[in-house]
């Protein structure tokens, strides 16, 4: 079962950090199908957190089709997101190994490679949308 | 709300009905001083004052100790605001508490005073007229009586049949009152004292002479009833006055003459009552010694003349009629300071 | 949606002056509404208000469709937990549960001793001997197995300490959970709140400067930055909540609903905490005939 912890400084909407959070437990495999979420009272308890927060997020999981809540006996993940994409994980990250390292060989330190990634994502990001 | 009013009050309840219980059971194992008593024992004595000195603080312990609190403790801790959120209301919650509070101050006041009387019934049966007839109990004569007050009078009345319960009422709505007034303990408890000591010392001057209109009695002054003389340093009669009836509360003893003016009594009556004395040029409270034919001739001459004695008096046989007004009185003070405390309870504190 | 608690040019005045004016308020049932203001604004006077501690001066206050403290109806349905938790100090924590059994129509005795015994509360203790945690724990247990529509909490957590004032939190929404109750705290600190309310009421000087849910306060503010400016040439749907200078750059917080477009801002999401903040550091603006309250439009 999956434990929710949350970020108070990422500036990130609780109920967002515990969407991504399911999100990103399914996609790595830690969640498959069949596997039930905590309830919203245990995630109360466990992060001292508003109930409709996990309620909202609960169903925005359910409207994105990733969970099915059945009265009475819980939430239960109806889908993974371990779909074809993951066997391309691979070798993207090869990319960006071979990538990062000649980042480095040119002089970028850590934050300027950072800095870089995200304005290039953003940017792309920006483009996609336009 | 019972439960609560208990549960906070026990402490308080315990301590003043231990005390009561402590009185009760020295006075029953003491046991009452014999019937027709002349002189009380320097144990029984003590006793008897005793008896009065409790009975009139009770109601002021309550007052203080009881009714200031009542409020004042949960304005200051807080706790009001905890306990006027739970599902009973304001009013009800001020009701409970005066309401149960109030009743065991009026059971307290009234059982010592049961007690109390009780025990000193012996010695109020033997009280004497409380002005003293000449010859009769004055000086050698009877050496062993001891003057006691009668019940009715402003010393005992207070601390003699049911008035106690309704002083007990009042002080504890009293004290109430001060303190949701007030809202702090330490001076609503000193009001409390202050007011109530006042009321205590007013009523039986200001208030219970006139509640039933005193009797009257117009009365030749004889050597039999004459009770006190005083004369000042150039020969003339300051104060006159003669024995009221038996266990009445003689309110005014005033000299009258054959037109019903009140009058000093002409200046011979002194110099016939009192042979010239150089060493107490003061006058005397009353003449010593075996009355004198002489004196029986100056009073008969004074009769004669038209002068009487008027005594103002509240009988004895007004006793109950006097304590029940009383107490009545009281008991509606309390009501009525209750239900202000209730209205401020609901509109103003918070 | 019912309201829970309704207030309409409510207004509260001490010897001292105004401690709440033209206060127009509107509060869900089913959410947990923070209060959050600076210490004097005037919070504890309306959350007295809501309890019936207090009468209002001007304006109406309705509270779970009641008049507040207007009969033991209306106080079964509206819990208290008032500030700094007042408790007996010579009764003990049971006498303090058997207090709630006797005076509280729905009283639910087997939560409350769940509740006791769970936080380790020793039942024969006197509550003048408890810390201040267990102090506010018990009356919240009290507020909460008193099982209300409503529960206010004036500053419960002030007092305690960070490990206190989570389970404090935890335990608060855990009730909320269970019973669906709707809960109205006030706190001045906003960190408290962030994680327990959907909604929000922020209170400055007397007035209700920001009302509204939470999600939707923080989608219709936005932080620009850019370079400096004057915030009066912003188009007139942007109102300018702050706004700070240096010589080169200009940074703003704006309330719009539509979306930002002028490319010279570099435009970012504002966190609760920076918007209250916000509010709060705003001048006193409020001149006569302006309306304090900004609903959010949905």
Same mark, same amino acid.
């Given at each position: 079962?999956?434990?929710?912890?949350?970020?108070?400084?990422?500036?990130?909407?609780?109920?967002?950090?515990?969407?991504?959070?399911?999100?990103?437990?399914?996609?790595?495999?830690?969640?498959?199908?069949?596997?039930?979420?905590?309830?919203?009272?245990?995630?109360?308890?466990?992060?001292?957190?508003?109930?409709?927060?996990?309620?909202?997020?609960?169903?925005?999981?359910?409207?994105?089709?990733?969970?099915?809540?059945?009265?009475?006996?819980?939430?239960?993940?109806?889908?993974?997101?371990?779909?074809?994409?993951?066997?391309?994980?691979?070798?993207?990250?090869?990319?960006?190994?071979?990538?990062?390292?000649?980042?480095?060989?040119?002089?970028?330190?850590?934050?300027?490679?950072?800095?870089?990634?995200?304005?290039?994502?953003?940017?792309?990001?920006?483009?996609?949308?336009? | 709300?019972?439960?609560? +009013?208990?549960?906070?009050?026990? !402490?308080?309840?315990? =301590?003043?009905? /231990? *005390?009561? #219980? %402590?009185? &009760? $059971?020295? @006075?029953?194992?003491?046991?009452?001083?014999?019937?027709?008593?002349?002189?009380?024992?320097?144990?029984?004595?003590?006793?008897?004052?005793?008896?009065?000195?409790?009975?009139?603080?009770?109601?002021?312990?309550?007052?203080?100790?009881?009714?200031?609190?009542?409020?004042?403790?949960?304005?200051?801790?807080?706790?009001?605001?905890?306990?006027?959120?739970?599902?009973? +209301?304001?009013?009800?919650?001020? !009701?409970?508490?005066? =309401?149960?509070? /109030? *009743?065991? #101050? %009026?059971? &307290? $006041?009234? @059982?010592?005073?049961?007690?109390?009387?009780?025990?000193?019934?012996?010695?109020?049966?033997?009280?004497?007229?409380?002005?003293?007839?000449?010859?009769?109990?004055?000086?050698?004569?009877?050496?062993?009586?001891?003057?006691?007050?009668?019940?009715?009078?402003?010393?005992?009345?207070?601390?003699?049949?049911?008035?106690?319960?309704?002083?007990?009422?009042?002080?504890?709505?009293?004290?109430?009152?001060?303190?949701?007034?007030?809202?702090?303990?330490?001076?609503?408890?000193?009001?409390?004292?202050?007011?109530?000591?006042?009321?205590?010392?007013?009523?039986?001057?200001?208030?219970?002479?006139?509640?039933?209109?005193?009797?009257?009695?117009?009365?030749?002054?004889?050597?039999?009833?004459?009770?006190?003389?005083?004369?000042?340093?150039?020969?003339?009669?300051?104060?006159?006055?003669?024995?009221?009836?038996?266990?009445?509360?003689?309110?005014?003893?005033?000299?009258?003459?054959?037109?019903?003016?009140?009058?000093?009594?002409?200046?011979?009556?002194?110099?016939?009552?009192?042979?010239?004395?150089?060493?107490?040029?003061?006058?005397?409270?009353?003449?010593?010694?075996?009355?004198?034919?002489?004196?029986?001739?100056?009073?008969?001459?004074?009769?004669?003349?038209?002068?009487?004695?008027?005594?103002?008096?509240?009988?004895?046989?007004?006793?109950?009629?006097?304590?029940?007004?009383?107490?009545?009185?009281?008991?509606?003070?309390?009501?009525?300071?209750?239900?202000?405390?209730?209205?401020?309870?609901?509109?103003?504190?918070? | 949606?019912?309201?829970?608690?309704?207030?309409?040019?409510?207004?509260?005045?001490?010897?001292?002056?105004?401690?709440?004016?033209?206060?127009?308020?509107?509060?869900?049932?089913?959410?947990?509404?923070?209060?959050?203001?600076?210490?004097?604004?005037?919070?504890?006077?309306?959350?007295?208000?809501?309890?019936?501690?207090?009468?209002?001066?001007?304006?109406?206050?309705?509270?779970?469709?009641?008049?507040?403290?207007?009969?033991?109806?209306?106080?079964?349905?509206?819990?208290?937990?008032?500030?700094?938790?007042?408790?007996?100090?010579?009764?003990?924590?049971?006498?303090?549960?058997?207090?709630?059994?006797?005076?509280?129509?729905?009283?639910?005795?087997?939560?409350?001793?769940?509740?006791?015994?769970?936080?380790?509360?020793?039942?024969?203790?006197?509550?003048?001997?408890?810390?201040?945690?267990?102090?506010?724990?018990?009356?919240?247990?009290?507020?909460?197995?008193?099982?209300?529509?409503?529960?206010?909490?004036?500053?419960?957590?002030?007092?305690?300490?960070?490990?206190?004032?989570?389970?404090?939190?935890?335990?608060?929404?855990?009730?909320?959970?269970?019973?669906?109750?709707?809960?109205?705290?006030?706190?001045?600190?906003?960190?408290?709140?962030?994680?327990?309310?959907?909604?929000?009421?922020?209170?400055?000087?007397?007035?209700?400067?920001?009302?509204?849910?939470?999600?939707?306060?923080?989608?219709?503010?936005?932080?620009?930055?850019?370079?400096?400016?004057?915030?009066?040439?912003?188009?007139?749907?942007?109102?300018?909540?702050?706004?700070?200078?240096?010589?080169?750059?200009?940074?703003?917080?704006?309330?719009?609903?539509?979306?930002?477009?002028?490319?010279?801002?570099?435009?970012?999401?504002?966190?609760?905490?920076?918007?209250?903040?916000?509010?709060?550091?705003?001048?006193?603006?409020?001149?006569?005939?302006?309306?304090?309250?900004?609903?959010?439009?949905?």
């Amino acid at each position: 079962m999956i434990e929710f912890h949350l970020d108070g400084r990422s500036g990130v909407s609780p109920y967002l950090q515990l969407v991504q959070q399911v999100r990103h437990a399914l996609r790595l495999g830690l969640l498959r199908e069949g596997d039930r979420l905590p309830t919203v009272k245990d995630v109360v308890t466990q992060l001292a957190i508003n109930p409709n927060t996990v309620l909202k997020a609960y169903r925005e999981l359910e409207h994105a089709g990733l969970v099915a809540a059945r009265p009475g006996v819980g939430t239960f993940v109806t889908r993974t997101l371990t779909d074809a994409t993951l066997a391309a994980h691979g070798p993207l990250r090869q990319d960006l190994r071979r990538w990062l390292d000649r980042a480095r060989r040119a002089g970028l330190d850590d934050e300027s490679i950072e800095a870089l990634f995200m304005t290039t994502f953003r940017t792309t990001a920006r483009e996609d949308i336009a | 709300m019972i439960w609560l +009013t208990w549960r906070q009050f026990r !402490a308080q309840a315990a =301590a003043v009905y /231990g *005390l009561l #219980a %402590v009185l &009760a $059971a020295i @006075l029953v194992i003491a046991g009452r001083p014999l019937s027709g008593v002349v002189r009380l024992t320097p144990a029984d004595s003590r006793l008897y004052y005793a008896g009065i000195v409790v009975t009139y603080l009770l109601p002021a312990v309550i007052g203080v100790f009881w009714g200031a609190p009542l409020v004042t403790r949960e304005l200051e801790a807080g706790t009001h605001r905890l306990v006027w959120n739970q599902s009973v +209301t304001r009013a009800r919650w001020m !009701a409970t508490k005066l =309401a149960l509070t /109030g *009743l065991a #101050a %009026v059971a &307290a $006041a009234g @059982l010592l005073s049961l007690v109390v009387t009780w025990w000193a019934g012996p010695v109020d049966a033997a009280s004497q007229p409380s002005t003293v007839p000449v010859g009769a109990d004055i000086g050698t004569d009877v050496p062993d009586a001891e003057s006691f007050a009668a019940r009715i009078s402003p010393l005992l009345f207070g601390v003699r049949g049911i008035t106690p319960v309704g002083y007990a009422a009042f002080a504890f709505v009293l004290g109430v009152t001060a303190g949701i007034l007030l809202r702090r303990t330490v001076s609503a408890m000193a009001v409390t004292l202050a007011v109530f000591a006042a009321v205590q010392i007013a009523v039986p001057f200001a208030v219970r002479p006139y509640v039933i209109p005193a009797a009257q009695q117009t009365v030749t002054i004889t050597s039999a009833n004459i009770s006190k003389l005083g004369v000042n340093s150039s020969g003339e009669v300051e104060e006159l006055a003669v024995a009221g009836p038996r266990g009445a509360w003689v309110l005014g003893n005033e000299t009258v003459d054959a037109t019903g003016r009140v009058v000093t009594a002409p200046s011979w009556v002194a110099a016939c009552l009192l042979p010239p004395m150089p060493s107490e040029p003061q006058g005397r409270a009353s003449p010593s010694g075996p009355v004198a034919e002489a004196d029986q001739e100056c009073l008969t001459k004074l009769a004669d003349l038209g002068y009487r004695q008027r005594v103002t008096y509240q009988p004895a046989d007004r006793f109950w009629a006097l304590q029940g007004t009383e107490t009545a009185i009281f008991l509606a003070l309390s009501a009525l300071l209750a239900w202000l405390c209730l209205r401020w309870i609901r509109n103003r504190v918070s | 949606m019912t309201a829970v608690l309704r207030a309409r040019q409510l207004g509260k005045k001490y010897r001292r002056g105004w401690a709440l004016t033209g206060c127009a308020l509107d509060i869900p049932a089913g959410h947990v509404t923070g209060l959050v203001g600076p210490n004097g604004a005037g919070k504890s006077t309306l959350l007295n208000l809501a309890a019936g501690m207090l009468a209002p001066t001007t304006g109406t206050i309705e509270v779970c469709g009641g008049m507040p403290g207007s009969g033991p109806a209306q106080l079964a349905k509206v819990g208290f937990v008032a500030q700094d938790t007042p408790t007996y100090a010579g009764l003990t924590v049971a006498d303090h549960l058997r207090l709630g059994a006797r005076l509280n129509p729905n009283w639910d005795d087997a939560l409350a001793h769940r509740r006791i015994e769970r936080l380790g509360l020793d039942p024969g203790q006197r509550a003048g001997k408890l810390s201040g945690g267990q102090r506010a724990q018990l009356a919240l247990t009290l507020g909460i197995a008193k099982r209300p529509e409503l529960l206010i909490l004036d500053e419960p957590v002030a007092a305690l300490d960070p490990l206190a004032r989570r389970e404090f939190l935890q335990d608060l929404m855990e009730a909320v959970a269970e019973h669906g109750l709707s809960v109205v705290l006030s706190s001045h600190l906003v960190a408290d709140l962030e994680r327990v309310c959907d909604h929000l009421v922020v209170l400055v000087a007397a007035q209700v400067q920001l009302a509204g849910e939470v999600e939707d306060l923080l989608a219709a503010h936005h932080r620009l930055s850019g370079p400096r400016r004057d915030p009066a040439t912003l188009p007139a749907d942007q109102q300018v909540i702050s706004a700070s200078h240096t010589d080169r750059q200009t940074t703003l917080v704006v309330r719009t609903e539509a979306p930002i477009l002028d490319p010279a801002w570099t435009v970012s999401t504002v966190g609760l905490e920076d918007l209250v903040l916000a509010y709060m550091s705003r001048p006193a603006e409020a001149g006569p005939g302006r309306r304090p309250t900004l609903e959010v439009l949905r």
